[in-house]
Protein backbone atom coordinates (compact mmCIF):
# COMPACT_ATOMS: atom_id res chain seq x y z
CA UNK A 1 0.00 0.00 0.00
CA UNK A 2 1.15 3.34 -0.82
CA UNK A 3 0.32 6.67 1.24
CA UNK A 4 -0.16 9.71 -0.94
CA UNK A 5 1.98 13.01 0.40
CA UNK A 6 1.61 15.96 -1.20
CA UNK A 7 3.50 17.94 -4.07
CA UNK A 8 6.70 17.88 -3.99
CA UNK A 9 9.14 21.13 -4.86
CA UNK A 10 7.98 20.48 -8.30
CA UNK A 11 4.59 21.38 -9.55
CA UNK A 12 2.81 18.96 -10.12
CA UNK A 13 4.71 16.13 -8.65
CA UNK A 14 3.56 13.93 -5.80
CA UNK A 15 5.45 11.60 -4.13
CA UNK A 16 4.25 8.47 -2.40
CA UNK A 17 5.34 7.00 1.03
CA UNK A 18 5.16 3.43 1.78
CA UNK A 19 3.40 1.59 4.91
CA UNK A 20 6.47 0.50 5.85
CA UNK A 21 7.89 4.70 5.95
CA UNK A 22 4.66 5.39 7.22
CA UNK A 23 5.44 3.43 10.17
CA UNK A 24 8.82 5.96 10.97
CA UNK A 25 6.29 8.90 10.87
CA UNK A 26 6.92 10.76 14.32
CA UNK A 27 4.44 11.71 16.18
CA UNK A 28 4.09 14.61 19.41
CA UNK A 29 3.44 13.69 22.86
CA UNK A 30 -0.54 14.71 21.81
CA UNK A 31 -0.43 12.38 19.25
CA UNK A 32 0.30 9.67 21.60
CA UNK A 33 -1.66 10.55 24.09
CA UNK A 34 -4.85 10.75 21.68
CA UNK A 35 -3.82 7.38 20.21
CA UNK A 36 -3.20 5.03 23.04
CA UNK A 37 -5.30 6.88 25.67
CA UNK A 38 -3.53 7.95 28.00
CA UNK A 39 -3.21 11.66 29.08
CA UNK A 40 0.35 13.59 28.21
CA UNK A 41 1.08 13.53 31.95
CA UNK A 42 1.50 10.07 32.31
CA UNK A 43 3.89 10.26 28.95
CA UNK A 44 6.23 12.66 30.62
CA UNK A 45 6.15 10.77 33.97
CA UNK A 46 6.97 7.76 32.24
CA UNK A 47 9.19 9.26 30.17
CA UNK A 48 11.02 10.74 33.68
CA UNK A 49 10.74 7.01 35.26
CA UNK A 50 12.96 6.02 32.10
CA UNK A 51 9.42 3.44 31.58
CA UNK A 52 6.78 3.61 28.43
CA UNK A 53 7.23 3.65 24.89
CA UNK A 54 10.96 4.75 23.41
CA UNK A 55 10.99 8.34 21.92
CA UNK A 56 13.42 10.65 20.74
CA UNK A 57 14.53 13.97 21.64
CA UNK A 58 15.25 16.81 19.35
CA UNK A 59 16.28 19.78 20.90
CA UNK A 60 13.04 20.81 23.41
CA UNK A 61 10.93 18.42 21.45
CA UNK A 62 9.85 15.32 21.90
CA UNK A 63 8.85 13.22 19.04
CA UNK A 64 7.80 9.12 18.99
CA UNK A 65 8.09 7.17 16.01
CA UNK A 66 4.25 5.19 14.92
CA UNK A 67 6.15 2.07 14.37
CA UNK A 68 7.47 2.10 18.33
CA UNK A 69 4.46 3.48 19.89
CA UNK A 70 2.39 0.30 18.10
CA UNK A 71 5.77 -2.14 19.22
CA UNK A 72 5.30 -0.95 22.95
CA UNK A 73 1.32 -1.14 23.12
CA UNK A 74 1.67 -4.73 21.67
CA UNK A 75 4.10 -5.62 24.64
CA UNK A 76 2.32 -4.77 27.20
CA UNK A 77 -0.34 -7.66 26.11
CA UNK A 78 -1.48 -9.90 29.16
CA UNK A 79 -2.27 -13.19 27.83
CA UNK A 80 -4.82 -15.11 29.93
CA UNK A 81 -5.41 -19.02 30.85
CA UNK A 82 -8.59 -19.97 29.83
Known sequence: MEVT???????GV??????ELEGLRYLN?????ALIGFAVGSLRNWRSLDRGPCYHKMGRAVRYRLKDILAWVESQRVETRE
Open 5 to 11: MGKTSSP
Open 14 to 19: EYKLST
Open 29 to 33: EYEVS
